[in-house]
Nanobody
């Protein structure tokens, strides 16, 4: 049973930074696609950033240049460094993992974390 546990969310002023962490247990995910989705109130869940098996990365246009995804396979973890935060970044951020690209792109990965709230005040 794979579990993903996020941490690092919180309240920050616009222009500030936060670093989210996601620790996986139950299975080694070094060859999996791992990343971050987010869901703002009243909006659909969207893919924010993904590490494709640790080989390449994808960022949504809305976070490109401000967010950086990284992973530590030795710790079975993935991180999201969020800089220059904007009020529109306010959302629940979910860690996710799957072995297939299609599952990530269809927003149906096998594994989800419980989510961590990020609130950016103006």
């Amino acid at each position: 049973q794979v579990q993903l546990v996020e941490s690092g969310g919180g309240l920050v002023q616009a222009g500030g930074s936060l670093r989210l962490s996601c620790a996986a247990s139950g299975r080694t995910l070094s060859n999996y696609h791992m990343g971050w989705f987010r869901q703002a109130p009243g909006k659909e869940r969207e893919l924010a950033a993904i590490s494709w098996s640790g080989i390449s990365t994808y960022y949504a246009d809305s976070v490109k240049g401000r967010f950086t995804i990284s992973r530590d396979n030795a710790k079975n973890a993935v991180y999201l460094q969020m800089d220059s935060l904007l009020p529109e970044d306010t959302a629940v951020y979910y860690c996710a993992a799957d072995a297939t690209r299609a599952a990530i792109l269809s927003k149906h990965p096998d594994y989800w974390g419980q989510g961590t709230q990020v609130t950016v005040s103006s």
